[in-house]
């Protein structure tokens, strides 16, 4: 089992930043690859970024690549998502998840965080 616990949210007007972190307790953190997925009010959930085990691979949607960097520090078993030149298009609940392989399909993930919403104003 493995907890994930999101923190960062907030509101924050159209061109701002943000940056969320998801901790992830227990010795098993640098087994997973790590992602974070989001979904909007009456939308899917949609995958934004996505990171390997050791940090070296890195893949984002292409609605925010360019402005968000995905990164982690397996020492302090945390994910983060830095998020620049918000638009209020990125208004969602956040989540991050852990799984076994880097991929974009919310279904190949195991854990998932209970979300940190994010709210931007026009």
């Known amino acids: 089992q493995v907890l994930l616990v999101e923190s960062g949210g907030g509101l924050v007007q159209a061109g701002g930043s943000l940056r969320l972190s998801c901790a992830a307790p227990g010795r098993t953190f640098s087994s997973y690859a790590m992602a974070w997925f989001r979904q909007a009010p009456g939308k899917e959930r949609e995958f934004v970024a996505v990171?390997?085990?050791?940090?070296?691979?890195?893949y984002y949607a292409d609605s925010v690549k360019g402005r968000f960097t995905i990164s982690r520090d397996n020492a302090k078993n945390t994910v983060y998502l830095q998020m620049n030149s918000l638009k209020p298009e990125d208004t969602a609940i956040y989540y991050c998840?852990?799984?076994?392989?880097?991929?974009?399909?919310?279904?190949?993930?195991?854990?998932w965080g209970q979300g940190t919403q994010v709210t931007v104003s026009s």
């Open positions: 998840a852990a799984g076994l392989k880097p991929v974009v399909a919310g279904t190949a993930y195991d854990y």
């Open positions: 990171i390997s085990r050791g940090g070296g691979s890195t």
